[in-house]
């Protein structure tokens, strides 16, 4: 089974940047890179995802490493709707099986 | 925008008894996934779907467990016999063909075992 491994927590002041790392050490050549965040009470949502090259979207930005056995969340402004656990996780690259989650990173936001 | 949904929100069973979880995911998507989070832990994958079987199943997935989509729409998720340990959140997905998109999960239903 994919082995992804995260920090148990973090915290950062509002309004700042925030860098959420991840270790891929089991990651094959072709796994994709997901992250996911999830609110108490809820399902987990999708932030962004990526196989190689860093990607950009409107909620945050993911750099990889080169070798593919980390990657970092970016949220570059943080708000206190940001306070949530954070996932990251490997997809398998044959039909979308298998999203396999990281132990999570709970993020706190000082106001 | 497009919601997965799932019902109950929550299901209280006997142990030894047999639960039904139910999911109604988004209409143009081709994947089906359940994971479930067992209280302050990680979420785990269970088993993924794809054009009528199963495609990707953990070992949690043992021969207690089975999935069904029985009319196009629904996707649900069998207990036949359930156990204390079986009382977690049990969270369904559904996502597009191909890697270009992420999953939509639901807001889960918490199974109590009792």
């Known amino acids: 089974d994919a082995k992804t491994t995260q920090p148990n927590s973090m915290e950062s002041n509002e309004e700042e940047p925030v860098h959420l790392p991840c270790n891929h050490s089991?990651?094959?050549?072709?796994?994709?890179i997901h992250w996911y965040r999830q609110l108490p009470s809820q399902g987990p949502e999708y932030v962004i995802h990526?196989?190689?090259s860093n990607v950009n979207n409107r909620m945050a930005s993911l750099a990889i490493a080169e070798d593919r056995k980390s990657s970092t969340l970016i949220l570059h402004r943080a708000t206190l709707r940001d306070a949530a656990v954070y996932y990251c996780g490997d997809q398998i690259n044959f039909g979308n099986e298998k999203l396999t989650f990281g132990t999570g990173t709970r993020l706190t936001i000082i106001p | 925008e497009p919601e997965v949904t799932q019902t109950p929100s929550h299901q209280v069973t006997q142990m030894g008894q047999e639960v039904i979880l139910r999911c109604v995911p988004i209409s143009n998507h081709l994947y089906f996934y359940w994971y479930r989070q067992i209280l302050g832990q990680k979420v785990e994958f269970l088993v993924s779907?794809?054009?009528?079987?199963?495609?990707?199943k953990s070992e949690i997935f043992d021969d207690q467990f089975s999935v069904e989509r029985p009319d196009g729409s629904n996707f649900t998720l069998k207990i036949r016999s359930t156990k204390l340990e079986d009382s977690a959140m049990y969270f369904c997905a559904s996502s597009r063909a191909g890697v270009d998109y992420g999953y939509t999960f639901g807001s889960g239903t918490r199974l109590t075992v009792v």
């Open positions: 779907f794809y054009n009528n079987e199963i495609s990707e």
């Open positions: 089991t990651i094959s050549g072709t796994d994709y």
């Open positions: 990526g196989l190689t």
